[in-house]
Structure formats: structure tokens, C-alpha cells
């Protein structure tokens, strides 16, 4: 069965310094990868996704992500934070098996809080 | 440019009563999913629909039911509330093919006392 962990409840930056938010992934196939954001009191916005092809995907807001497949990791990335990045950041994977139907599973969210 | 559209946005219901959770999406997508969401413990899958006609259970099923109304409208029902199930409801819709991202709504807050 296709699971994510997202290791750290929360993740505290100063702004103007690098930031990660890390995601783990266990899938039968080929993985999906995809991050999304929550702004209090909204729905998921996504952010980016990791399909195939260059390990280093680009997304919305300067945010990036790595994909690792002998890590199976897919870390969330962005070389200079802002106060107004601070949200909940949700991992999520698809498993790439071919035949039926492949659920969308999320992790349990990380609480990036940015500080001044 | 509506999306994915839920109603009601809050909700309070009494244990034992039933409502049900609408749906609907103007994006022409094939798949759509009611998720869950609690402290702690991210979106969990309830039920999904693949494509018009069909319904499946996700992670936690128990005590809902799903009626995929057409393309548009998938709609999710709890028939006798319980606390248990206070908590923030989405839905969300993608296209079928498996690297399309999920679209959400904006969310139902429901509180059940």
C-alpha cells in the first residue's frame, strides 16, 4: 500500500534563510510526487509535482522540490523564505502501477512558521 | 472560474442526525474525492470516484456514503452523525491520468454535538 511521512510536525526558518520541509514516500510503482499549501481557513493549493524526467522540479511562489528515488524522498525546498510562507505544506504520492484505479494519499502536514 | 464549489461552509449538527455534504466541480474532470481533515493527522481519503458511475472507499469509510450524481456532483451523506465525525470536509477533482494534480474546495467545517 502506498503511504508518505513527513517527518517533522513543524519547521521554524528565519526569514531570508533557506528552507526545507521533508517528505518520504513507499509506493509499488513509479511514484506521482505532488506538494500542496494551506493558508488558515482555505482548501490545498498545489505547488508542484515530480511526474519524470529532471529530479529537480520548479513550482509556484519560488518553491522547489528533489526527488531521490534511492531515498524515496521528495523534499520541499525554497533557497530564501518569507514571513508570508508560513502555512501548512502537505506531501503527496500516487503510485505509477499500471491497471485500476491509484488513490491519492497525502501525509500529515508540516507547519512551516517563518520568523522575522 | 469557479472550480471546485462545496456547501455548506459550517455545519452543526446534533449526534444521530444526517446531512449531506455537496459537491461540484466545472472543470470537466473525471475523478473526484471527499478527504477528511484532522490535527495531526493530515487528509485522509473517505471515498473516491474514479469516473462518472463508479465509487470506491478510501482509508475511512465508516459511517458515509457517496453518491457520484453526475461528472459534476459527487456528494458525500452521513446518515447518523457522530462526534467522531466533527471535522473539516474537502472535496477535490482531478483528471483521470495519474500525474494530473488534484483540484480542492474550500472546505465544510462540521461540528457534530
Known amino acids: 500500500a502506498q503511504s508518505v511521512a513527513q517527518p517533522e510536525d513543524q519547521v521554524n526558518v528565519a526569514e531570508g534563510n533557506p528552507l526545507t520541509v521533508k517528505c518520504t514516500y513507499s509506493?509499488?510503482?513509479?511514484?506521482?510526487l505532488f506538494w500542496y499549501v494551506q493558508y488558515p481557513n482555505r482548501g490545498l493549493q498545489f505547488l508542484l509535482k515530480?511526474?519524470?524526467?529532471?529530479?529537480l522540479v520548479k513550482g509556484s511562489y519560488g518553491f522547489e522540490a528533489e526527488f531521490n528515488k534511492s531515498q524515496t524522498s521528495f523534499h520541499l525546498k525554497k533557497p530564501s523564505a518569507l514571513v508570508s510562507d508560513s502555512a501548512l505544506y502537505f506531501c503527496?504520492?500516487?503510485?505509477?502501477?499500471?491497471?485500476?484505479?491509484?488513490?491519492?494519499?497525502f501525509g500529515a502536514g508540516t507547519r512551516l512558521a517563518v520568523h522575522p | 472560474n469557479a472550480g471546485v464549489t462545496q456547501t455548506p461552509k459550517f455545519q452543526v449538527l446534533k449526534t444521530g442526525q444526517s446531512m449531506t455534504l455537496q459537491c461540484a466541480q466545472d472543470?470537466?474532470?473525471?475523478?473526484m474525492y471527499w478527504y477528511r481533515q484532522d490535527p495531526g493527522m493530515g487528509l485522509r481519503l473517505i471515498y473516491y470516484?474514479?469516473?462518472?458511475?463508479?465509487?470506491d472507499k478510501g482509508e475511512v469509510p465508516n459511517g458515509y456514503n457517496v453518491s457520484r450524481l453526475n461528472k459534476r456532483e459527487f456528494s458525500l451523506r452521513l446518515e447518523s452523525a457522530a462526534p467522531s465525525q466533527t471535522s473539516v470536509y474537502f472535496c477535490?477533482?482531478?483528471?483521470?491520468?495519474?500525474?494530473?494534480?488534484?483540484?480542492f474546495g474550500q472546505g465544510t467545517r462540521l461540528t457534530v454535538v
Open positions: 515530480y511526474i519524470t524526467g529532471d529530479n
Open positions: 503527496a504520492v500516487r503510485d505509477g502501477v499500471s491497471g485500476g484505479y491509484n488513490k491519492l494519499i
Open positions: 509506493v509499488s510503482g513509479n511514484p506521482y
Open positions: 477535490a477533482s482531478s483528471e483521470a491520468r495519474q500525474g494530473r494534480e488534484a483540484f
Open positions: 472543470m470537466n474532470h473525471n475523478s
Open positions: 470516484s474514479a469516473s462518472e458511475g463508479t465509487t
